[in-house]
């Protein structure tokens, strides 16, 4: 894919969505990084269902710490993986008051030192939080990068350098979240909707999807 395809296609995504943003739902930089701590193999859904209940209790480093890997289980134990994203949120919470003050720290490198936070959640929270131009590849990001053209690769992390490298400037802050939705809404695993897709005549994906049998009856 060429340089003037992938810009023309940032484009008409933020003519879509000018102002994209995550589905998980946070009010400050900890909630956010709590809530992408436990989105790992979950779905935005299901966390937004446990920190509606978690955080009027305990929303700080200090509240939720005060619960203990007991107390916070009851709370996200709908999510996948709950026991050991407790005790890595528990963990996440002392290091921030020992190390941090309390505060979320701005850097990759203290971010991928907490518990149960990697590459991926630290983007999040550097892009969501902090306004950093980072892209937090996930299995949409991927899907999408690699049907479309727009920055294949045969992992996450040549994926994102490939992206980082080759998306304008002006869109690398939000790309993130446009590709995230994009794939989560439109050019999805099984059956892409290609024929309700914004960027279907520039993207290099061999097997579109046609208009559905049911949509293509008179009056619908």
Partial sequence: MNAEKRREIFTRLRNAMPHPTTELEYTSPFELLIAVLLSAQATDVSVNKATRLLYPVANTPEKILALGVDGLIPYIQTIGLFRTKAKNTIATCQMLIDLHGGEVPRTREE??????????????????????????????????????????????????????????????????????????????????????????????????????????QPGI
């Avoid at 080759?166 to 892409?192: N, S």
Wanted: hydrophobic share 40%; proline share 7%; charged share 20%.
């Fill in 111 to 216: 971010l991928e030192a907490l518990p149960g936070v990697g590459r991926k959640t630290a983007n999040v929270v550097l892009n969501t939080a902090f306004g950093v131009p980072t892209i937090a590849v996930d299995t949409h990001i991927f899907r999408v990068s690699n049907r479309t053209g727009i920055a294949p690769g045969k992992d996450v992390n040549v994926v994102e350098h490939k992206l980082m490298k080759l998306v304008p400037a002006e869109f690398q802050l939000d790309a993130h979240h446009w590709l995230i939705l994009h794939g989560r809404y439109t050019c999805i695993a099984r059956k892409p909707q290609c024929w309700n897709c914004i960027i279907a005549d520039l993207c290099d994906y061999k097997s579109k999807t046609p208009l559905p049998e049911q949509l293509l």
